[in-house]
């Protein structure tokens, strides 16, 4: 079922966001909110590739497609939490005397290389930290923090 997470990839970002179809929710993973919200999200398990970058393993023998032709930092599979309002529903108020809930991202396995990502093409070769953040903006989410950790030490001078 790896085309119907796939399919639905692409149309859980920003404004113009679809609800996934029986198909699709069947096989994502999803957090159920307080509310009774279903956020979902992919991936959740290995080692948050894309399902069909060749990681130099066999596939598995459910998969049936003839080779795994994806590019390792291939980012085009990612499902991640969207905050944006549809075009179609109105602003919502907090009650009086709320404080809205805060942004907050961890990273534990924050890369400090050289590279470049294009949210376009679904390239994601880069640092991190500024790949997460443009990823979660154009799904209306700034963060008010941030912690990132790496196992490689390095110098911030």
């Not at 060749?54 to 994806?70: G, Q």
Request: net charge neutral; with cysteine; hydrophobic share 35%.
């Amino acid at each position: 079922e790896i085309q119907a997470w796939l399919s639905y990839a692409p149309a859980s970002v920003g404004r113009q966001r679809r609800t996934p179809n029986s198909r699709e929710k069947a096989v994502l993973s999803r957090l159920t909110c307080g509310d009774g919200r279903h956020e979902y999200l992919e991936p959740l398990t290995g080692m948050a590739r894309h399902p069909l970058a060749d990681v130099n393993c066999e596939p598995p023998r459910a998969i049936h497609h003839p080779n795994f032709t994806e590019n390792l930092f291939d980012i085009r599979h990612l499902i991640l939490q969207n905050k944006c309002k549809r075009p179609t529903e109105g602003a919502t108020m907090l009650p009086h005397g709320a404080q809205s809930a805060q942004n907050l991202f961890y990273d534990l396995g924050a890369s400090n290389y050289s590279g470049s990502f294009d949210l376009d093409t679904g390239f994601g070769m880069g640092p991190s930290v500024p790949l997460f953040m443009e990823l979660y903006k154009r799904n209306c989410i700034v963060f008010d923090h941030i912690w990132a950790w790496e196992y490689t030490a390095f110098d911030p001078r």
